[in-house]
Every structure is written in structure tokens, then in C-alpha cells.
């Protein structure tokens, strides 16, 4: 049977997967025998994931995480204080889902940079678009984007991203302008995704950074 006819169709509506598996499984004896639907699943579980992985390559590259860190990963036996059950329970993105916001903390070298990545990357596969960003480098395009007219144009960005990482945060304290543009991107992100600040108490901790009336954690937007 002539299969490159179908096979040129098959690449040409950019289903490449598929055509792949279909010489495969013609140069394959072995699956001379399988049923005509055995066959079509075959071909469409192998586009499926084709698809999915391409889409996951894609979301990986655009959240630039810093560390190439998974959840999967993780050494509960560091003394960091870290409670392995709700971790775990972070891990499942359902805080994401819920639009949830989260704070890690603590002391210098705990790995707070590390952990935040992970959930990042476990976001990325439960296929939530993920940005991360060190709070220097948040504000500068910030910053610049506003002197170059643009600025309206970065928050949409910021809106849209389900996950937002801000790491290195406490180092310098805000500047007005950069308490602004925060605060302004918190309000118009409160209700339609989750953003995650990594931050350490060691230099400002994070509540101080917010309105007064978030400062106490009851009273902080949804926490985890």
C-alpha cells in the first residue's frame, strides 16, 4: 500500500505527528495485525502529545525561569523548615487555579529562588503560562516602558499571565513609583490570575511592602 500520498496530506494540514507515526507503523509487521481503529487512536494519541509537549516547550521558554528546578526534585531533608504536606499541596496548582496568591520566605540561601522555579515549572506543565522576573528587573521594564509610552501595553502582558514570579524581592525598598505600578498591577490581576512574590524577610519583609490594610496576613489578598 502507497502511504506517501497520505502522508504528504497529512503534513500539509500540520498534522506531523501523525504522518510520522503512520510511516512508522507501516514499516512495522507487527502492526500489520492491529484493527483500522487501533491505527487512527494510535495516530491521534501520538498528535495529541506531540502538540502538548510543543505547547509545554513553548510556555517553559516564555516564563524564563531562572533555575531548571521541579517539584519532583525536592530534598524535604534540607533543614529550611519547609512542611512537605503543603508543599505538596502547592504543587497541584490548584492555588493558581484558585487565583491565590503566595509569599515564600526566608533567610538568605534557604532556597527560596529554587522552590519558587519548581512550582513554576509544575505550573508550566499543568498549562498555566508562567513569567518569572527578578523584582530589579521587573521594575526597570516598568520604568521603561512608561518612558517609552508603553507601559499600558507590559500591565496587559502582566494581566494575562497566569503565574508571576517575582523573585529577589526586599533587597532596596520601593520607590513610590515602583509601590504604584505594584500595587496597580495587583489590583488588576486580583480576579483574573496569580501572582506569586518570592520574598525575604532578612532585608523587607514582604507585608510591608503592600497597603497597610494587607499587612497583617488575614488581611492580605487570597493566601497559601
Known amino acids: 500500500m502507497l502511504i506517501h500520498p497520505t502522508v504528504d496530506r497529512l503534513r500539509a494540514l500540520g498534522l506531523t505527528a501523525m504522518a510520522d507515526t503512520l510511516i ?7 502492526a500489520a495485525e ?13 498528535e495529541v502529545t506531540f502538540r502538548d509537549n510543543r505547547r509545554l516547550s513553548r510556555r517553559l521558554a516564555a516564563a524564563k525561569l ?3 528546578a521541579t517539584v519532583e526534585d525536592v530534598d524535604y531533608r534540607t533543614a529550611r523548615g519547609l512542611d512537605r504536606a503543603l508543599f505538596q499541596a502547592l504543587a497541584t496548582s490548584q492555588w493558581v487555579r484558585e487565583h491565590n496568591h503566595l509569599a515564600i520566605i526566608g533567610p538568605t540561601g534557604t532556597g527560596k529562588s529554587w522552590l519558587a522555579c519548581a512550582l513554576g515549572n509544575k505550573a508550566c ?6 513569567l518569572y522576573k ?3 528587573r521587573l521594575f526597570a521594564d516598568l520604568a521603561q516602558a512608561r518612558g517609552e509610552g508603553r507601559l499600558p501595553r507590559l500591565m496587559t502582558t502582566l494581566e494575562r499571565t497566569n503565574l508571576v514570579i517575582i523573585d529577589d524581592w526586599g533587597p532596596e525598598p520601593l520607590a513610590a513609583e515602583q509601590r504604584r505600578d505594584l500595587l496597580e498591577s495587583l ?5 483574573l490570575a496569580s501572582e506569586r512574590f518570592d520574598a525575604s524577610y532578612v532585608f523587607t519583609p514582604l507585608p510591608e511592602c503592600l497597603p497597610s490594610h494587607w499587612r497583617h496576613p488575614r488581611e492580605m489578598p487570597p493566601n497559601v
Open 134 to 136: 527578578r523584582a530589579s
Open 66 to 68: 531562572r533555575q531548571a
Open 187 to 191: 489590583r488588576q490581576r486580583i480576579a
Open 34 to 46: 492491529m484493527p483500522h481503529a487501533d491505527w487512527l487512536g494510535l495516530l491521534i494519541d501520538r
Open 24 to 30: 512508522e507503523l507501516q514499516n512495522n509487521p507487527q
Open 125 to 130: 506543565r499543568d498549562g498555566f503560562s508562567v
